[in-house]
């Protein structure tokens, strides 16, 4: 099993820039894919970014490409999202997520999923 916790949601300015964080417990022989989902009031969970275990792979979906980079650190068992250029769109709860999938393009359904975290941009 693979637990995970999200932190680092905030409140930000437009514009402005926040780093979540996605600490995993629970080890396993095989690494897994990890990612992130959102959803904002009133809208359906969309997909937001993913990256492989060796970090070789990433996919972004196209309202965040060239403002977030997802990255981790397998040292620590921690993956990150660093969201720049901030926009009030990007409101949401945050969602950390895993699975031993790799999935492909914007098609992935992960199995384990964090709590959540809030960012909220103001304008």
């Known amino acids: 099993q693979v637990q995970l916790v999200e932190s680092g949601g905030g409140l930000v300015q437009a514009g402005g820039s926040l780093r979540l964080s996605c600490a995993a417990s629970?080890?396993?022989?095989?690494?897994?894919?990890m990612g992130w989902f959102r959803q904002a009031p009133g809208k359906e969970r969309e997909y937001v970014a993913r990256i492989t275990g060796s970090g070789g792979f990433t996919y972004y979906a196209d309202s965040v490409k060239g403002r977030f980079t997802i990255s981790r650190d397998n040292a620590k068992d921690t993956m990150y999202l660093q969201m720049n250029s901030l926009k009030p769109e990007d409101t949401a709860v945050y969602y950390c997520a895993a699975d031993r999938t790799i999935g492909t393009g914007a098609i992935w359904h992960p199995n384990y999923w964090g709590k959540g975290t809030l960012v909220t941009v103001s304008s």
């Open positions: 629970g080890r396993t022989y095989i690494t897994y894919t």
